[in-house]
Structure formats: structure tokens, C-alpha cells
């Protein structure tokens, strides 16, 4: 019976972990998404070389959480496979 109490307070706190590396995606997304309108907008000169610097940057910001949000999302599914057995 604690074992059952303590899994649930570890997916609980595991799917709080995925709703925030969710809500950080969809922030820095559309922080990226600014920026990019902001260079296309403002910036006369290099802009090419800008909007491609700022893609290759927001891919590379972004990824660490997407991987994270991939590994919670795999502990997840483990831990809900194993309760169910």
C-alpha cells in the first residue's frame, strides 16, 4: 500500500515536470518566433545571415528541453506500464 502511495506522488510530480517542460517549448518557441518577426521587420542589412544565426540558435535552445520532455514522457509510460501489471 506505501509503495502504491509513493508511486503516485512520483508520476504525479513527474507529469508536473512534463507540464513545465511543455509550457518552457511553447515560451521559448514563441520568444523565437518574436525574434524572428522582429529581425524580419527592423533589420535591413544581413538579414539572411540573421535569420539563419537565430534558427540554428533556437533549434539549439530548444532541444535540451524537447530531449528532457522525451525522457519524462518514457519514464511515464514505463511507470504506467508497470502499475498495470
Known sequence: MKNNMHADFYLKDLRLR???ALIIIAGGTLLVAFMIGFVE????????????????????SI???????????AIIKGKTTNMLI
Open 18 to 20: 512534463r507540464k513545465c
Open 41 to 60: 521587420v527592423f533589420v535591413t542589412q544581413n538579414k539572411d545571415l540573421m535569420l539563419i544565426v537565430l534558427t540554428f540558435a533556437s533549434v539549439l
Open 63 to 73: 532541444l535540451p528541453s524537447v530531449l528532457k520532455l522525451v525522457k519524462i514522457n
